[in-house]
């Protein structure tokens, strides 16, 4: 079986860096993805993490510790439109992405 | 660029009642997915499929069917609606078998069971 947490919300301020953590127990681990969501919207694609280390794409770093199950994405300068729920998603036994619960981050000037 | 289309886009339908989701790509990709959101519960993988002529189950198959008659084409069946089944659906298509891929989804289809 496989199980996904992370918080499921989160508050900060524009400008500022705020940590989003997940932690997986799964079989069959074939890497590790972050997606955002906006209300209303389908997710889009914001980092993939396979190797232990860290991710840099921009504002946003992911990371990954596959020996501890844990992962975290790191979204700094935040802005207004950062608000929107960040779904973790673990690629199990290469087949399919099975998700995390997701966090809403909400973003208050 | 299309990508990926589903319709219709909202729907409601009485209990009992039978509904196709239909989703296509023109990204020519092999792997095809459904999945259903619930309010605070995530994506739930319905059922998916690796290529024309190959579908398996997700995490939350029953009261649902596919097929994958065409690589473009990946329809979602609904044979006898239930509350339960109140959700947004999301279509979404993969080049790889996400081995180092990413999803892209389509825009959801919004189905309320009355």
């Known amino acids: 079986g496989q199980n996904i947490d992370q918080p499921t919300e989160m508050t900060a301020t524009e400008g500022a860096i705020v940590q989003i953590n997940c932690t997986y127990q799964?079989?069959?681990?074939?890497?590790l993805f972050w997606y955002q969501q906006h209300a209303g919207e389908a997710p889009t694609f914001l980092s993939y993490n396979v190797l232990d280390g860290l991710e840099e794409k921009g504002r946003f770093s992911s990371f990954l510790s596959r020996s501890k199950g844990y992962s975290y994405l790191l979204l700094k300068e935040l802005q207004m439109k950062d608000s929107a729920s960040y779904l973790c998603a673990v690629n199990q036994a290469g087949t399919a992405l099975i998700f995390g619960k997701g966090t809403t981050l909400s973003v208050s000037s | 660029n299309a990508g990926v289309t589903q319709t219709p886009k909202f729907r409601i339908l009485k209990i009992g009642q039978s509904m196709t989701l239909q989703c296509a790509q023109d990204m020519n990709h092999n792997y095809m997915y459904w999945y259903r959101q619930d309010p605070g519960m995530g994506l739930k993988l319905i059922y998916y499929?690796?290529?024309?002529?190959?579908?398996d189950k997700g995490e939350v198959p029953n009261g649902y069917n596919v097929s994958r008659s065409t690589t473009e084409d990946f329809p979602l069946r609904l044979e006898l609606a239930a509350p339960s089944q109140t959700s947004v659906y999301f279509c979404?298509?993969?080049?790889?078998?996400?081995?180092?891929?990413?999803?892209?989804f389509g825009e959801g289809s919004r189905l309320t069971v009355l």
């Open positions: 979404a298509s993969s080049e790889t078998g996400l081995a180092a891929g990413e999803l892209f």
């Open positions: 799964t079989s069959g681990f074939n890497g």
């Open positions: 499929s690796v290529g024309a002529g190959i579908t």
